[in-house]
């Protein structure tokens, strides 16, 4: 079993609907990061958390360190949020980022 | 400012070759690390920096691969007798390292894609 599990592996949204991004990991954490990839593109990082929720624009990142377990939404979805979403964690004693599989996100028009 | 950058962007390689990436991090930031990004693997942590030394190096795959860090700064990844497995896109990314790393945003280079025939 992978330290971080993500799902759905693949998503597909129509514009304008609301997304969640699931993810769950299995060790001690000190951060979780959410990440985007768009396609033969750079990696971007959107969040980094350790506690609470986090937002930025349309995008809102939620952990539960008791559970752990962090969610990705994004509100009124545009093509644009067309990309991989990878959530990776560092762990209690290190600085690595562990990474999930990701999530293919397509938003059509 | 700018951002990580890498070099060179796309490599292409015989098989049994030696090959050097080079990783530029952002000025300033004491933290590097290097990633990989297989097809049907996803991304998988090698090495990481802090300053010149590198407290961890678990994910280097084979005593093929070595990494090295100059004047804090720019990084080179070496891989000895490159084999098609090797094909990955390499990635580097930096931080700022002040604190010890755990809870810093890691920036990201754009990766260089290396193709071993």
């Known amino acids: 079993k992978n330290e971080v599990e993500q799902s759905p592996q693949n998503l597909t949204a129509q514009e304008g609907e609301f997304i969640t991004i699931n993810c769950s990991y299995s060790?001690?954490?000190?951060?979780l990061h959410w990440l985007q990839q768009h396609p033969g593109g750079g990696i971007v990082s959107l969040f980094m958390?350790?506690?609470g929720k986090k937002k930025h624009g349309r995008l809102i990142a939620t952990i539960n360190i008791q559970e752990k377990h962090s969610s990705l939404h994004i509100t009124a979805s545009h093509p644009r949020d067309s990309a991989v979403y990878i959530c990776a964690v560092t762990g209690e004693y290190g600085n690595k980022l562990v990474f999930g599989a990701g999530t293919i996100l397509r938003v059509k028009s | 400012g700018a951002g990580v950058s890498q070099s060179p962007s796309n490599k292409v390689t015989e098989k049994g070759k030696d090959v050097e990436l080079r990783c530029d991090p952002i000025s300033g930031h004491t933290a590097l690390y290097w990633y990989r990004q297989s097809l049907g693997q996803g991304l998988e942590f090698l090495i990481y920096f802090q300053g010149n030394s590198a407290p961890d190096k678990s994910g280097l795959p084979s005593d093929r691969f070595s990494a090295e860090r100059t004047g804090g700064s720019v990084s080179t990844l070496t891989i000895q007798r490159t084999q098609q497995e090797d094909s990955a896109v390499y990635l580097c990314?930096?931080?700022?390292?002040?604190?010890?790393?755990?809870?810093?945003?890691?920036?990201f280079g754009p990766g260089t894609r290396l193709l071993v025939l």
């Open positions: 990314a930096s931080s700022l390292g002040s604190r010890g790393g755990p809870q810093e945003t890691q920036y």
């Open positions: 060790v001690g954490i000190s951060a």
């Open positions: 958390l350790s506690s």
